[in-house]
């Protein structure tokens, strides 16, 4: 099922400042993709566009077969979650708990819905512990998965992730990654927009890469790390393990650990 539609769009700021221009592609349901790009290439305009924080100025976008020029950012809401880059501009009750219960309770959600889906997002993003504290105690790693969290608990299809490996360290990476693969796996559709080349070549099925407001191409991790040229496009650099791959004298690009042991093993047979 398409989850996500956009035909030719293009967004400018009221300043003149063109920020994706006649931008083409779908999303299936279940898929989980990261968004890569310089600053500036248009990657979270196109994100802001899915969750009709903006609006196209051009060309349509659809999300679960709605125009997003017809409904509101509050509308869409139901369908479609985004978890800011700086979790301070989304966090503003007293407690973890009233910030994860906020969302449901807007959205009409019974009491028991709300208190299940607020027990399934504090564990998932390993926060249980931290329900009664309030958010501006905790630590910036920690907020994110506040944020996290709170978007989870309104059930939506679609999660948007902007940057949230930003100030992680190597546990918080693995918590994302985790998180992200129990998502998938219960049906949600993935967008994440990242500068992490590591986190993209390990823990996606889809990458699309964005210059100068443009979809420049869409593969898998594999596909866009052999690709040298548009590398070079979108002036972004090979993961170290693909780097490290190529210099031990394997051909194919390897994006993950486990197939460079594998690659490894065959050439020590």
């Given at each position: 099922m398409e989850m996500i539609r956009f035909e030719n769009v293009s967004f400018v700021y009221p300043n003149g400042f063109c920020a994706v221009k006649d931008l083409s592609f779908s999303v299936q349901q279940g898929e989980n993709i990261a968004v890569v790009g310089q600053n500036g290439a248009g990657k979270s305009t196109a994100a802001k566009l899915i969750n009709g924080l903006l609006k196209p100025t051009d060309g349509k976008v659809t999300v679960a077969g709605k125009d997003t020029r017809r409904h509101s950012a509050a509308q869409l809401a139901r369908h479609v979650g985004y978890i800011f880059q700086n979790p301070d501009d989304q966090i503003f009750h007293s407690t973890v708990e009233a910030e994860l219960r906020f969302g449901p309770k807007v959205l009409g959600f019974d009491r028991e819905k709300i208190?299940?889906?607020?027990?399934?997002?504090?564990?998932?993003?390993?926060?249980?512990?931290?329900?009664?504290?309030?958010?501006?105690?905790?630590?910036?790693?920690?907020?994110?998965?506040?944020?996290?969290?709170?978007?989870?608990?309104?059930?939506?299809?679609?999660?948007?992730?902007?940057?949230?490996?930003?100030?992680?360290?190597?546990?918080?990476?693995?918590?994302?990654?985790?998180?992200?693969?129990?998502?998938?796996?219960?049906?949600?559709?993935?967008?994440?927009?990242?500068?992490?080349?590591?986190?993209?070549?390990?823990?996606?099925?889809?990458?699309?890469?964005?210059?100068?407001?443009?979809?420049?191409?869409?593969?898998?991790?594999?596909?866009?790390?052999?690709?040298?040229?548009?590398?070079?496009?979108?002036?972004?650099?090979?993961?170290?393990?693909?780097?490290?791959?190529?210099?031990?004298?394997?051909?194919?690009?390897?994006?993950?650990?486990?197939?460079?042991?594998?690659?490894?093993?065959?050439?020590?047979?």
């Amino acid at each position: 099922m398409e989850m996500i539609r956009f035909e030719n769009v293009s967004f400018v700021y009221p300043n003149g400042f063109c920020a994706v221009k006649d931008l083409s592609f779908s999303v299936q349901q279940g898929e989980n993709i990261a968004v890569v790009g310089q600053n500036g290439a248009g990657k979270s305009t196109a994100a802001k566009l899915i969750n009709g924080l903006l609006k196209p100025t051009d060309g349509k976008v659809t999300v679960a077969g709605k125009d997003t020029r017809r409904h509101s950012a509050a509308q869409l809401a139901r369908h479609v979650g985004y978890i800011f880059q700086n979790p301070d501009d989304q966090i503003f009750h007293s407690t973890v708990e009233a910030e994860l219960r906020f969302g449901p309770k807007v959205l009409g959600f019974d009491r028991e819905k709300i208190s299940r889906m607020v027990q399934y997002a504090a564990q998932l993003c390993g926060i249980e512990d931290c329900l009664h504290m309030n958010p501006y105690d905790l630590p910036l790693s920690v907020r994110k998965f506040v944020t996290i969290a709170s978007v989870i608990a309104m059930d939506p299809e679609v999660l948007i992730l902007d940057e949230p490996t930003a100030g992680q360290d190597l546990r918080g990476m693995q918590k994302l990654a985790h998180l992200l693969s129990v998502l998938q796996q219960a049906g949600k559709t993935l967008l994440t927009v990242t500068h992490h080349m590591e986190f993209t070549a390990e823990h996606f099925d889809r990458v699309m890469v964005m210059a100068n407001q443009h979809l420049l191409r869409s593969g898998s991790p594999e596909e866009i790390f052999r690709d040298g040229a548009l590398l070079e496009e979108g002036m972004l650099k090979r993961p170290f393990i693909c780097e490290l791959a190529c210099a031990l004298g394997i051909q194919e690009t390897v994006v993950s650990e486990d197939r460079l042991i594998q690659c490894l093993n065959k050439m020590l047979r």
